[in-house]
């Protein structure tokens, strides 16, 4: 750049910087296309400034479960503590689990829903959490009111907490108020609450209301047995908006396997990161960008892997469309 020049390049803005533009492209940009630009960029998204918020929960429906993992464990390392914002679908162990709250220092919301958890791992690693502020654990049927009152009694600072069920996993089950009275027991400080299809009970929603005086949006719907006057929730919450019982929505309107949550949609074309070697391969020191950027080949076999194998009737379905 020429001295006295009124603009700067784009290679030589600070890592910060380059991490809050990037944050506006697609996860498959990042990886594949912004490390082979420059040096400087690579490095970049090699840092914590592109990976302090983390949101794969799209891609992570479509992908298969070493796949999910691997991607996981490579994004949250290159955080390096500095993870606000997780939302993954679809964890399949307790073991990733544990990973995530390893790394939970400074994280904020995490959004886990339809992950295979128990309630024995969340009693184990709650306290890990402590900083947690929101969370999403629908669709999770392996956890139960153990799991959140694990969660309430770590997690403080808690505010919001999705907890909703599809209506096929709580069929023609007996109702039950534990996981409700769980949340009024130890949740206090809740203002937004989902719990949409719990067979729960008029009496447990009212001990949730009694027991959380700041919550402000409460989703209730699908759920059948709970009976609110209208006029009585007006007068003694008038801040709290209520959506449901009876409210129409995806699941009424539609067949069942058309909302149905899981799809065996075809994951090979995901093979481009794990299957042949990682983006990462290249950059594991310093030595390793000097050599990449000298050769050329390398350039291709990474984009040539990343091509390799894509069918084009599903080709576009693992990545979200870019900004």
């Given amino acids: 750049m020429e001295k006295g020049s009124d603009f700067r390049q784009w290679d030589e803005l600070i890592p910060d910087a380059l991490g809050l533009i990037f944050s506006n492209l697609s996860l498959k940009e990042i990886l594949t296309v912004i490390p082979r630009v420059c040096k400087s960029w690579s490095k970049a998204v090699m840092g914590p400034y592109c990976w302090q918020e983390i949101d794969i929960e799209e891609w992570s429906s479509w992908s298969q479960p070493d796949i999910l993992d691997r991607m996981l464990r490579m994004l949250i390392a290159r955080s390096s503590g500095s ?18 709250a390893e790394h939970a220092g400074s994280l904020q919301s995490l959004r886990l829903p339809r992950s295979e958890i128990s309630d024995v791992i969340v009693e184990q690693i709650a306290g890990k959490f402590s900083t947690i502020t929101f969370l999403d654990l629908s669709y999770c049927v392996k956890i139960g009111a153990r799991a959140l009152e694990a969660i309430g009694k770590n997690c403080k600072m808690l505010v919001g907490l999705c907890r909703n069920m599809h209506p096929l996993d709580t069929a023609g089950k007996p109702p039950e108020d534990d996981e409700a009275l769980a949340i009024a027991a130890t949740m206090p400080k809740l203002k937004h609450l989902e719990m949409a299809y719990h067979l729960i009970s008029t009496a447990s929603i009212l001990q949730i209301l009694s027991s959380c005086p700041e919550l402000e949006f409460l989703d209730l719907r699908g759920c059948w047995s709970v009976i609110l006057d209208d006029k009585l929730v007006k007068e003694k919450f008038p801040k709290l908006k209520v959506l449901g019982p009876l409210v129409v929505d995806f699941y009424e309107r539609n067949d069942w396997d058309e909302c149905s949550d899981f799809s065996d949609a075809s994951s090979e074309y995901l093979a481009w990161e794990f299957m042949a070697g990682g983006v990462g391969d290249y950059f594991d020191d310093d030595e390793s960008f000097d ?7 390398s350039l291709e076999e990474l984009e040539l892997r990343f ?17």
């Fill in 83 to 100: 993870l606000r914002r997780l939302s993954v679908s679809g964890l399949n162990n307790d073991l990733i689990f544990s990973f995530i």
């Fill in 307 to 323: 091509y390799e194998g894509v069918d084009e009737d599903v080709g576009d379905y693992g990545w979200p469309p870019s900004p």
């Fill in 291 to 297: 050599g990449m950027w000298d050769d050329e080949a």
